[in-house]
């Protein structure tokens, strides 16, 4: 009786946290029914127990890879060894190790940024599950991957919940915890000897080992390991378009999805090797000592870590991402490949919202050219707020241009197609200033309307509704279209249809031509 208390307590614990009133009403009176029977799933390494809330079934924490401290730290992951019994799989596992960046800032506070259930460890190499049955239906699978750069985030936050989707579609959810920083890529290949060739992805690798855990288990959870969809937000759109010229995972990706994460380009190995080099000399470890490294704890060299990422290596990644192409290894992948109107508005050092500041935002992006900019702007949206066009103009100028290119590059490869979409609702959360801000889209995008950005209203939940359907639709046939949204055709040169999704949803050509002429021609590269 205690540990059903217990388990009810956790659950009504992790309803409140979700910024939905309303939705914790909803779910809360299933809850403490669902305690009644565990629910168990077989998988290759063992027997693991979930629970049910309103209908779906939840798994947390289940492990698809070793502990990646001591002696596995830097190292390709291990396998996980198998348990006797029925393991919990109730409460959330471990987050990787990262800055504790909570974002104390109203953007922060909106989007709930940072999230940290489950505690910190290296044991990190977790996935969640969401599934409406755990029969032999084999659904379609929608493998989440957590933004956040490739530094800090979860596959345990909120906004990433999978319930929502899996009710709304009658598919199963996935989310992933992975190494992250310095423990994920740090490029010590010219430190040591070949046990550290890959150590500059093994972020990367660990995801690749999760998707070949679904592939092994996710038919003993319901789903189809035929069907798996990826899609990932900000940098989880980085580590989807990293996965796509990624030997290791050809094969178990059939769908793929980058919503405000396009990256054309990863780091080369001097860049890396440099800024490992730089985290060393913090620390003070000397050339070679790697027990050192792997004896330090973990704080030590989150604090250290520089701008770490993914590198070309040769090998675990033997190319570009999307550059100077597309890449063939996935050239069956269709994408659906997004950004949102004033993206990238959150990280702008420059909040003012005069038009002076407007007139001197647009010189310093562009200098010399300022003027043309703002004209440019001005004559499309004569009345958006000054702040709200400083961040159309970041984001055509850096997250717009790397989403048209990809689809561009998806599109000329002549394989799968690419559907290019932009959000341009304005959300109401945080005050409704932000207008359709980065991340507006990503809840949505999992039949989500409840949190802290959407706020739930009627708006919400028909916006929520139509992205939704269109990602569900994507995840079981790699086609977005579906009836909830007008026709959505395939990204290509000549039309450039790209789908607006707004209170009116609909496809236009080349939207915002101007705007994309100029950038092209005053900053080409």
Not at 12 to 25: E, K, N, P
Not at 255 to 266: E, K, P, Y
Not at 433 to 460: F, K, Q, Y
Not at 494 to 499: C, D, L, P, T
Request: hydrophobic letters at 40%.
């Amino acid at each position: 009786m205690a540990d059903r208390i217990r388990q009810v307590i956790t659950s009504r614990r992790d309803i409140l946290v979700s910024g939905s009133t309303l939705g914790a009403a909803l779910l809360a009176p299933n809850i403490v029914l669902a305690q009644a029977g565990p629910l168990i799933a077989e998988t290759t390494n063992g027997r693991v127990r979930g629970s049910r809330a309103d209908g779906v079934i939840q798994f947390r924490g289940i492990p698809y890879g070793g502990d990646t401290g001591n002696r596995n730290r830097f190292m390709p992951p291990t396998q996980v060894a198998k348990w006797s019994g029925i393991r919990d799989a109730t409460q959330w596992g471990h987050v990787a190790p990262q800055p504790n960046a909570t974002n104390p800032d109203a953007y922060g506070q909106m989007v709930g940024w940072n999230n940290y259930r489950g505690g910190i460890s290296e044991d990190c190499l977790v996935v969640n599950i969401w599934t409406p049955s755990l029969d032999a239906k084999k659904r379609a699978v929608m493998v989440m991957i957590h933004g956040g750069g490739f530094t800090s985030g979860s596959g345990n936050l909120v906004a990433l919940e999978g319930q929502f989707m899996a009710r709304a579609g009658d598919v199963v959810v996935v989310t992933v915890n992975h190494r992250l920083g310095g423990l994920g890529y740090s490029d010590l290949s010219a430190f040591g000897g070949a046990e550290l060739a890959a150590s500059g992805n093994v972020g990367m690798l660990d995801i690749a080992q999760a998707l070949r855990w679904v592939h092994d288990n996710i038919e003993r959870f319901g789903g189809d390991p035929a069907r798996v969809a990826i899609s990932g937000q900000s940098g989880g759109g980085g580590k989807v378009s990293t996965l796509l010229a990624m030997p290791s995972a050809a094969g178990l990706i059939h769908r793929a999805a980058v919503q405000s994460g396009s990256t054309l380009r990863v780091s080369t190995p001097d860049i890396a090797q440099r800024e490992t080099q730089q985290m060393l000399d913090k620390l003070g470890v000397a050339q070679g000592d790697l027990r050192k490294l792997q004896s330090l704890p973990y704080e030590q060299i989150i604090t250290a870590q520089g701008r770490l990422g993914p590198v070309v290596d040769g090998t675990v990644l033997p190319r570009q991402p999307f550059d100077p192409d597309a890449p063939a290894i996935s050239a069956a992948v269709p994408m659906i490949i997004g950004t949102c109107l004033e993206d990238f508005g959150f990280a702008l050092p420059d909040k003012g919202d005069t038009e002076d500041s407007l007139r001197a935002f647009a010189e310093q992006q562009a200098p010399g050219h300022g003027a043309e900019v703002l004209k440019a702007y001005r004559q499309l949206h004569p009345a958006k707020r000054p702040y709200l066009v400083k961040a159309m103009i970041v984001t055509d100028l850096r997250v717009a241009r790397d989403a048209i290119r990809q689809a561009e590059r998806k599109a000329a490869q002549g394989g799968a197609p690419a559907y290019l979409y932009r959000w341009d609702w304005p959300v109401p959360g945080g005050g409704g200033g932000w207008g359709a801000v980065h991340g507006a889209d990503l809840s949505p995008s999992m039949s989500n309307p409840t949190t802290l950005v959407t706020m739930n209203t009627p708006a919400a939940q028909l916006m929520s509704r139509r992205i939704g359907q269109a990602f569900i639709a994507f995840t079981k046939t790699g086609n977005p279209n579906c009836g909830e949204i007008p026709d959505w055709p395939a990204y290509d040169a000549q039309r450039r249809s790209v789908m607006l999704f707004d209170t009116n949803t609909r496809v236009a050509n080349d939207p915002d031509r101007d705007l994309r002429l100029m950038w092209d021609k005053l900053a080409p590269t």
